[in-house]
């Protein structure tokens, strides 16, 4: 079956800028894409590139206004907030020591910020983006792209619904392969350099996403966690692998493995939930399923677009089942949502939303930052810092 999203012919599209994401970032051209898939967002400003040539071709290979293409997000921010056809939201997509700085000045100036993860490189930064987004009159939206796929969310409306019970386990995991030996390129340099990712290697680049994910899904948040952290490769001043054993509240107890050095997993991320009634399990390289188990019954496998697939999911799905569907339209759904959002706050109303914010980053951030204090304390029990 076909599900056709709602009618927005009529509505304009919100001028969108872009921070990072120049020739050769992978993730700023996911966004765009992402950004377009609805027709909810025209890109016409960016500060694509900290290196001002690399700036200008950028922006130009994007079609955008000589006069909109910035050397540095600070002019951005500033001329795009006096202009009157001035951009309305930004995508910030810089490696993780710039989000914060980015993200401060947009805000301040009252232009929605939509960031990729995690919130920042470090907690003191966290902390403070967290303060400046309470006092902006600006909306803070944060892409953990998986929170968007359908079945992800047919995950979280089931443990709400009581369908699993009471929870009781909870296991993630993110293994990836592509940093098994030392490289050098674009996206290996700034993803291991801890000036530039923060204290956390695959814990800050894959961990928080798997994090996300299990609290996204139970409804639940860890209280304290024991993490052994490695960095296998030699040289290496970043963790590429880690197992951490989380306590969450109510009494949940969670396991949870990222890595980076797992050869024959190339995005393997998994989670699995089980209750006093019942268990699920997802994985993302199939996530066009679903595996739900009450207990005492047979396995059932329900398909996005399906006839198990609850009916308050349905506009988060584009296309008829068995065709796959994914990575983009995940993205995509973040960004449709926090249209519709940005829409009702034009308008003076408030609009409910499941794309992380604010809350979720700073978690995330906290997450990182206990598991490097747990492995430097031999894997202790640590809370996160609150």
């Not at 966004?31 to 609805?38: G, L």
């Not at 071709?57 to 293409?69: C, N, P, T, V």
């Not at 098994?180 to 928080?208: C, F, Y």
Request: aromatic letters at 6%.
């Amino acid at each position: 079956m076909a599900i056709e999203g709602k009618d927005r012919s009529q509505k304009r599209p919100i001028r969108l800028g872009m921070v990072g994401g120049g020739k050769d970032a992978f993730i700023g051209a996911v966004h765009r894409i992402a950004a377009r898939i609805d027709g909810e967002y025209e890109l016409v400003a960016g500060a694509l590139s900290s290196t001002p040539a690399k700036a200008q071709d950028s922006g130009r290979a994007l079609g955008l206004k000589e006069d909109r293409i910035y050397d540095s997000f600070l002019d951005m921010a500033k001329r795009e907030a006096r202009l009157k056809d001035g951009i309305e939201a930004v995508a910030i997509v810089t490696p993780n020591h710039m989000h914060y700085p980015a993200a401060r000045e947009f805000l301040k100036r009252g232009i929605h910020v939509i960031c990729d993860k995690p919130l920042t490189s470090t907690l003191a930064d966290a902390k403070k983006l967290a303060k400046a987004a309470e006092s902006s009159e600006a909306l803070f939206f944060l892409t953990h792209n998986y929170t968007g796929y359908p079945m992800v969310r047919q995950a979280r409306e089931m443990v709400r619904n009581g369908d699993l019970g009471s929870l009781r386990i909870v296991q993630v995991e993110y293994p990836q392969d592509w940093l098994t030996v030392e490289q050098h390129n674009k996206q290996a340099d700034w993803r291991t350099d801890p000036a530039r990712t923060g204290l956390g290697g695959s814990t800050g680049d894959i961990g928080t996403h798997a994090y996300n994910l299990a609290c996204f899904v139970t409804g639940l948040s860890a209280e304290s966690l024991a993490a052994d952290l490695q960095s296998f490769v030699p040289g290496r001043q970043v963790d590429d692998n880690a197992h951490v054993m989380l306590r969450f509240e109510g009494g949940a107890r969670g396991m949870l493995w990222c890595s980076q050095v797992a050869p024959g997993n190339e995005n393997n991320l998994k989670i699995r939930v089980y209750g006093d009634k019942g268990g699920l399990e997802w994985h993302q390289e199939h996530p066009n399923h679903l595996h739900f188990t009450s207990f005492g019954e047979p396995l059932r496998i329900l398909t996005r677009g399906g006839a198990g697939m609850l009916e308050s999911i349905g506009p988060a799905t584009r296309i008829p089942p068995g065709h796959p569907e994914g990575y983009l339209e995940g993205f995509a759904n973040l960004y449709k949502d926090a249209a519709d959002v940005i829409r009702a706050h034009q308008e003076g109303k408030s609009a409910a939303s499941l794309v992380p914010g604010i809350v979720d980053g700073l978690a995330g951030v906290r997450f990182i930052d206990a598991c490097v204090r747990s492995s430097a304390r031999n894997s202790a029990w640590v809370k996160l810092d609150g």
